[in-house]
């Protein structure tokens, strides 16, 4: 059965860093275009990041563009998603989602893209 786990979430002060981690198993995570969503209180769902099965391209959406990094370890099954300079609009639960895919991740951080969904971490930033 696949799985996925986020961990690494918590409360961090405003310019701080936290790094998530996505960990895959019942699958083989290099096969698969591996995505970050969020979800801050009251607002909708929002694609964070992604990278693509051959890791041969990586999307952000604008907001975290120069402060987040998405990575995979295939070796380990897992993605991480590295937060610099984190704002308080950043706090939010934050999710990883799969897809066996090769063109998922192409254009854009898209849920509809995406059919394995971990439970979420949350990432809180407050002072």
């Known amino acids: 059965q696949l799985q996925l786990v986020e961990s690494g979430g918590g409360l961090v002060q405003p310019g701080g860093s936290l790094r998530l981690s996505c960990a895959g198993s019942?699958?083989?995570?290099?096969?698969?275009?591996i995505a970050w969503f969020r979800r801050a209180p009251g607002k909708e769902r929002e694609g964070v990041s992604c990278i693509m099965s051959d890791d041969g391209n990586t999307e952000y959406v604008d907001s975290v563009k120069g402060r987040f990094t998405i990575s995979r370890d295939n070796a380990k099954d897992t993605v991480y998603l590295q937060m610099n300079s984190l704002k308080s609009e950043d706090t939010a639960v934050y999710y990883c989602?799969?897809?066996?895919?090769?063109?998922?991740?192409?254009?854009?951080?898209?849920?509809?893209?995406?059919?394995?969904w971990g439970r979420g971490t949350q990432v809180t930033v407050s002072s």
């Open positions: 989602a799969a897809v066996y895919s090769d063109h998922a991740c192409a254009r854009g951080v898209f849920a509809y893209e995406y059919n394995y």
């Open positions: 019942g699958f083989t995570l290099a096969d698969y275009a």
